[in-house]
């Protein structure tokens, strides 16, 4: 499959200010974004209970197969049918499998604004799949429902989440001291309990001029391009 493909199965855009983004699904060269679905259950407590997302995410821990049915069959439908965002699971669009989650939160429709973050499967690690979801979301969320400004904020420490951030052409505007907090194992022992720990956070933006030329940009780094709307 060339470029992305869009397919919409309703008419909602939240232009109004108090309707939900729509049911969307985008297809990449190599994955398919769309709404999570129950059957996604047992993979996403897999995904959750990860180390590093347990280090750099605020999600329960341990994270159960009740979170996930709460989240993916009631709490995440209501972000997007309220407005405040959006979560889309990220699956290889060959095997289907679970590669991670692209979330939209803390949306103003006035400003046209919204905050990405993401989440990847640690068998998906290393292969350019959160910067290829990402970029997919920004250029849908720009293009399609005509947003201006999209926010990423990144832990201090978390130096894979910024080179994701780099690499679909964010631009660094600052630090949050003290702004969030993350988590390590007690003394280091990878059986011992969590420990809280304040760090700081980056802010990065993107633009819709931002975007431009990043798809070959990628493409020449081995990544997938995005260059067709169908």
Known sequence: MKGMERRMTTASSGSSGTSGFPDISISTERLVLRPLEEADVSAYTEMMNDELVT???SVPEPYTEADARTWITRLAPAERAEGRGIVLAVTEFLTQRL?????????DWRVRSSELSYVVAPWARGEGYASEAALATAQWLFHDQKFERIE?????????AQQVAQKIGCISEGVLRGAWIARTRNGGDPF??????????????LLPEDIEGVSESLADSGFSAYSDWN
């Open 192 to 205: 011992g309990g969590w420990l809280d720990i304040r760090t700081d956070l980056i802010v990065w933006s």
């Open 152 to 160: 990423l904020r990144t832990a201090a420490d978390n130096t894979a």
């Open 99 to 107: 590669v991670g989650i692209i979330q939209l939160r803390a949306t």
């Open 55 to 57: 280090a750099w995410t």
